[in-house]
């Protein structure tokens, strides 16, 4: 009886293994063929010269300028915000006030909502509302009013609130409370604590969510279907109000809507891997970052 | 109506005190540094401490102790309203320094916590250099000069015994320093802000014997220029090294007086059965 | 050269003074920091307010509802607003979100709770440290490289095991939105299992019980709340996940119960069809309507998540 039962448990701890194999082999295929297709088209011109013939030759680096526009913009406006709504819901407000439990659950909430329907709130306010308000204001015919850099980045911006916050709270959660009463006690403010001993303390896990925003803004393509990104333009987008374009979206028009499929595959592929490059790059970064720091914590340096 | 005349008025109310009877006797009639009158506390719903009467004197060591969980460390931060960190709790009774009562309103904080400096009982240097450390009070002020910053560093780090150890190392971090030289930059550090009181909780107690030993002769060289609160659960530190010594037991100011009667002649069969070490 | 005790002397008088020292510029900072932390309530309000906005009309005005109202939604399996007649039945496109889903978590469950099971039960230490950052970089593999994927080498492949008569259909989307939501699952999973305080599962051992049965006895049952929330998380990103399926299910609204026939779900309508609908028309008011139902479903689905989580900690604390 004792063996059979070992057998069966052995049986299911060995499913559970076969389980995360899996995982591994999916990673290993997926990153391996976009590796095999696209690395043969990899080259400098690839990357800093535009695409000719319908997509058919030349390079991507418009939608390599487009896509780090966009994130730039992006981070500009999220990190302040999410950075500061951590710091308000770890280092002042009181834990179960209403105000403290209706800003988690937006945040939480946020982070679930999909990212069409990001795309949908970009054209609806950003663009429609707010931008169209602004050409009336102004009495501009249409500058703000359509999708541009901006209302990209602003939508993304919200998208990855959530990423921020959650990063930037439990950095500043893995500060010990010691050390901010080390300094209370010698008279500092709690402002002051929180600038001259708790920030520089979390600065890695603040920086870890900025890093994972950023790679999230990279390679989201629904929020800024409709709020900016564009399939082909003949000039770089040089102020806000301008179309863009950017490597996720290249892929998915250049991978649907090409009339011949054969003749794009190799730019295609290539613009997937210097995007799956990317992202997963700035992902190996924050992880890393992260396991140092909570590492470093462990062992109590 | 000005703050001033304000102050004024609180001052004159209050720079008299009615001396409270404590263990039969009037505590000195010379002004304390520190009055406590009807001190209580609240943790929540549990009371920690129940009226507290105290007098602590200018520029002399006074030493609580008491078994764990008597309330002494809860005593000591009431002086410098570091309790008000903790979510939860409250208190009724005043505290008076230089005949101020610190719980009264418009308190700034900050500068209270200036005058009535606190070394915690696990050490807690910033993750930052040694000089950051203990010139950190002095930045918040708004101090910048170097030349000041330079000098306080070190008079301070000489006054905690430690600048010999430490001169040629100022800009490596104070976390990688020993148990019992992290000790002596919080108390460097808490010395740079010229506090008048300085509160210690169990300042030797996660140290070896040596590093001990430089601490209390610290403590009784400080005297001169500081008024020290120290909490132990050391007897024997006590007797060693404080003028006055307060029993405190379950949440109660049991027995106040100068340490030799203390120790040798207390009054209260709590206070003998706990020195004896009968229990605790 | 002054020192502390004399710059103390000239503001003696302001030792412990009856009023607070007002610094402007703290003050200042300590408003900013509390008005920031509303953009989160704002943008949540702001995203309902605007895509309720715009569906809004679907319940409101009688031209839209002569094309579009909530009768016409469901009375009708076509889903066809680009004709003469326009027909916006949204059965066959619920119904195409519903396979893809079912698809998804069906390979998900297994496979990311599975992985949990391991990862915190069984896997010795050294690779434990390994497993979770690998799941972090599947994690951070973006949906349109998933789609990508799906479309030019998934479809291929399982068209040449299952000859299905469609190349992109619910089954492929389906395993392609698995490989999105199998982190998502994995990593609330994995958490869930790991604060299983280990004292329980001493006790376990120490009745003689062997690694697997403390673990699916003990450990699985007491985490299964957060492995739910999990579960109810993956859902919910699986019905709200546009790229894949945009580029993997055929985009064509069919209602048919065969997992190998395209679908249409209700995300990849709204973005595919967006770019090219007339602002303010029936149309236009649809889609924001499926997305605002889109908004709503996972509104519940994270509200229903944080509640079973809550259900978690109050159980390990004791409180149930």
Known sequence: MKLRLNFFGSFFTGLTLLATLIIFAILIVIIGNIVLQGHKIISWDFITKAPREGMTAGGIFPAIFGTVALVILMIIAVLPVGVMTAIYLHEYAKSESALTKTIRFAVNNLAGVPSIVFGLFGLGFFIQFV??????????????????????????????LPVVVVASEEALRAVPSEIREASFALGATKWQTIRRVVLPQALPGVLTGAILSISRGAGEVAPIMFTGAAYFLPYLPHKPTDQFMELGYHVYVMATQSPDVEATKPILYGTVLVLLILTLLLNFIAIFIRSKVRRQMRQGV | ?????????????????????????????????????????????????????????????????????????????????????????RSSGKVFLDGID??????????????????????????????????????????????????TVERTLKDAALWDEVKDKLDQ???????????????????????????????????????????????????????????????????????????????????????????????????????????? | MENLKTIEKKHQSEFVISKKRFRLSEFIIEKVIFLSSFFAILGVILIFVFIFREALPVFTSPEVKKEASLNLFFSTVTWQPISDDPRYGLIAIIFGTFKVVVVALFFAIPISVGAAMYTSEFAPLKLKEFIKPIVEILAGIPSVVLGFFALMVMASFFHSIFHSTMRLNAFNAG?????????????????????????????????????????????????????LAGIILGLGRAVGETMIVLMASGNASMLSANIFDSVRTMSATIAAELGEVVHGSAHYNVLFFIGASLFIFTLIINSLAQLVVGRLQRKLAGKI
Request: hydrophobic share 40%.
């Open chain 2, 102 to 151: 610190i719980y009264s309103r418009g308190i700034e904080l900050s500068e209270l916590r200036r005058k009535v400096g606190m070394v915690f009982q696990k050490s807690n240097p910033f993750p930052k250099s040694i000089f950051e450390n203990v010139s950190y009070g002095l930045r918040i002020q708004g101090i910048g000069d170097q030349n000041i910053l330079e000098e």
């Open chain 3, 175 to 227: 395993v392609a939105l698995s490989f999105a939501i199998i982190p998502v699952i994995y990593s609330i999973a994995e958490d869930a299992l790991n604060s299983v305080p280990r004292s329980l599962k001493e006790a376990s051992l120490a009745l003689g019980a062997n690694r697997w049965q403390t673990a699916f006895r003990v450990s699985l049952s007491v985490a299964m709340p957060g492995v």
């Open chain 2, 1 to 89: 109506m000005n703050a001033e005349s304000i102050m004024r008025e609180e001052t004159e109310a209050n720079i008299e005190p009615k001396t409270p009877e404590i263990s039969g006797k009037k505590i000195e009639s010379v002004t304390p540094k520190i009055l406590v009158e009807k001190l209580d506390f609240y943790y929540g719903k549990t009371q920690a401490l129940k009226d507290i009467y105290i007098g602590i004197q200018e520029n002399q060591i006074t030493a609580f102790i008491g078994p764990s969980g008597c309330g002494k460390s809860t005593f000591l931060r009431c002086l410098n309203r570091m309790n008000d960190l903790i979510p939860g709790t």
């Open chain 2, 173 to 280: 971090s104070a976390l990688k320093l020993s148990g019992g030289q992290q000790q002596r930059v919080c108390i460097a550090r808490a010395l740079a802000v010229e506090p008048e009181v300085l509160l210690m909780d169990e300042p030797a107690s996660a140290l070896d014997p040596i590093s001990t030993a430089k601490i209390e002769e610290l403590i009784q060289d400080l005297k001169k220029n500081y008024t020290i609160v120290i909490v132990t659960h050391n007897m024997q530190q006590a007797a060693r090294i404080s003028d006055y010594t307060g029993f405190f037991f379950l949440g109660e100011l049991v027995e106040f007086d100068q340490t030799s009667k203390i120790f040798t002649n207390p009054r209260d069969k709590r206070t003998e059965d706990y020195v004896t070490g009968r229990f605790g």
């Open chain 1, 131 to 160: 931008g169209a308000g602004m050409d009336n204001f102004f009495g501009l015919e249409v500058v703000w009013g359509q999708p541009c850099l901006m209302w990209a980045a602003l939508t993304l911006a919200l998208l990855n």
